[in-house]
Structure formats: structure tokens, C-alpha cells
């Protein structure tokens, strides 16, 4: 059973070898990577790790319900990860291609909407600010 | 009750157990929150909350031994 959240690099061909099947004809893979947006050198990832992992399972039994033949896998990296790095991986898998780019765009997008995690950007500089900034507000 | 992220900074703790009278909804936990951890008055006026692992809406009524959580704005991906 291949854990949602890990602290350690992600590896793409364990996450392929969850949906991969010879009836599964099309397979996509979305990876979410730190930018290096000016001096960032990396960022710190936090979740409230429990709620993550119900919703993660949430949002994969939604995608499921309305691709039955696709199966869907995702994991989110946490603690530092250095730019060029993913912090997140989503592999899909259906019989025909446009169910698995759907099924594949429909997690990120919700995994961008509903999961609680959080990003502190780190930078070169020694500086770190939260991610999300409307709470200023 | 639990704090992440920025609002775990601003609370000074990322757990704490918070004493209301029932009946009482996640506001009222949240406004008991302000008062003893002055540090998150500085939370916007509605902020994210979670009720035992899910998000609800600060009307949602809360019973002994829920835990409540404070949301930052969600940056997963």
C-alpha cells in the first residue's frame, strides 16, 4: 500500500506500478515541482497530516466515481524540498487517453483546493515566508 | 484544538485543549481561541476550520472531545 504523504524524494515508477494495467492503454503523470522563483532555494511543506490523508483518499474515491475505469494514484512530498524537486506526483491510468489526462487534471486541481498543507518558501538569503499571503488581510 | 503553518506561529502552540460552554458552534471555539492566545487576533475574521478532519463552516456545532482545527489559506501541490 503505497503511503500519500512521504518525507523522501518521490519516485514515479513505484506510483506508475499502482495504476499501470495491460487494459489501461493511457497513462499520464502530472509532477509538481519547486520553482526557483527569485532567490528561493527550496520549500518547506507542512500538512495537518491526518485531514491530508482522509482527503486525499476523498478526492481519489471522487475521481474514481466518475472514472470508473481510470485509477488514479498521488503522493505529496514533506519537510524541506530543494528547488527542482517534485513535491508532488499523480499517476492516471484508463483504458483511453482522455480519461486519464481528465481523471489526472481533476486531482491536482482539487488537490490545489482542498488539501491542507502549506508552503514556507525558503531563500538564499536566510529569509522564509509563509505561501498564501490573503490571511494578511 | 489545532494550529498549522503561520497560525500555529501566531498561537505559539500547534495543539491546545479549549474549554466552551455547549451548545457552541467553531466560532464560538475560534472567539474562545482570540481570548486565550492573543497571538491569533491578528487571524482574519472567518477563518478556515476543520471539525474532526473535514472542513465546515464556522456555524457547525461542535461536541465535547471534537477537534477543531485552524486553517492558513491552503497551498498544497
New interface residues.
Given amino acids: 500500500m503505497m503511503m500519500h504523504l512521504t518525507r523522501h524524494p518521490l519516485d514515479v515508477n513505484d506510483l506508475l506500478a499502482t495504476v499501470q494495467s495491460a487494459e489501461r492503454g493511457g497513462t499520464c503523470v502530472f509532477l509538481g515541482t519547486v520553482r526557483n522563483d527569485g532567490d528561493v532555494t527550496g520549500i518547506d511543506y507542512s500538512a495537518y497530516e491526518a485531514m491530508a490523508v482522509a482527503e486525499i483518499e476523498r478526492i481519489l474515491s471522487d475521481a474514481q466515481a466518475q472514472w470508473p475505469e481510470a485509477r488514479v494514484m498521488l503522493q505529496h512530498r514533506l519537510g524541506v524540498i530543494p528547488a527542482g524537486e517534485a513535491s508532488i506526483a499523480i499517476a492516471a491510468a484508463a483504458p483511453h487517453r482522455d480519461e486519464a489526462f481528465a481523471s489526472c487534471r481533476y486531482v491536482i486541481e482539487e488537490v490545489k483546493q482542498r488539501l491542507p498543507i502549506w508552503k514556507k518558501e525558503l531563500r538564499g538569503d536566510g529569509s522564509a515566508n509563509w505561501v498564501g499571503a490573503d490571511d494578511h488581510r | 484544538m489545532?494550529f498549522?503553518?503561520?497560525?500555529a506561529e501566531l498561537a505559539g502552540c500547534t495543539s491546545s485543549a479549549v474549554n466552551v460552554e455547549t451548545p457552541a458552534t467553531v466560532a464560538d471555539v475560534i472567539a474562545r481561541v482570540r481570548e486565550v492566545f492573543p497571538g491569533t487576533q491578528a487571524?482574519?475574521p472567518r477563518?478556515l476550520a476543520?471539525l474532526n478532519?473535514?472542513?465546515v463552516k464556522l456555524e457547525a456545532s461542535v461536541t465535547d472531545g471534537d477537534e477543531v482545527?485552524l486553517?492558513?489559506?491552503?497551498?498544497?501541490?
Fill in positions: 489545532r498549522f503553518a503561520r497560525y487571524l482574519p477563518p476543520a478532519q473535514r472542513q482545527a486553517l492558513p489559506p491552503l497551498s498544497g501541490g
